[in-house]
């Protein structure tokens, strides 16, 4: 079983996972660099070079192998729901944690980050703005929890992030909390 954690570009997918994945003791994978690995150049070339869907066609076959075969924590990238086969893969392969942030959060986060192919506009919280509300029902689609990010700091999110998915009957055996001992009368 994966956990697969979806959002806005900034909204701490990958940071969240690679802490959720070591407190659980399995393995992280962040969709997009496996990408960047296969594609043998950044995200951000490779958009600017064949296009986005040239991009989103690679995404949609890196989420399709990667939710067959790792049994972990994956992180996607934030446009993986845009597609209904990968939003619908996702829910059905995996745990889908949605961490929800507000542009104005996310712009907090990211504003000085470069590397973000869909971010480099001129005034990049409006288009946050336009891919929260475009998104956000794509997102609450192939989700199966939705986290509010807001301004807990991450182990605080994993916590939150843990609590659920024991809460549901998600986590594998080894990583919820072993009964206490009976005591005998």
Known sequence: MSIIFVGLPGSG???IG??????LDVPFVDSDHVIEHQLGCSIREF???EGEDS????????LHEL???????????????LREANRRRLHERGQVVYLRSTPEDVFRRVRHDKARPLLQVDDPLNRLRTLFEARD??????????????RPSVATLVNMITMQLE???????????PSPPKLQP
């Open 13 to 15: 997918k990958t940071t």
């Open 18 to 23: 690679r802490q959720l994945a070591r407190r």
């Open 47 to 49: 958009f600017a070079r």
């Open 55 to 62: 991009f989103r066609d690679v995404e949609e076959q890196v």
């Open 67 to 81: 939710t067959q075969s790792h049994h972990g924590v994956i992180a996607t990238g934030g446009g993986a729901v």
């Open 137 to 150: 029902p794509l997102y609450r689609q192939a989700a199966h929890f939705v986290i509010e990010t807001g």
């Open 167 to 177: 809460l549901a009957g998600h986590l594998p055996a080894h990583a919820q909390a």
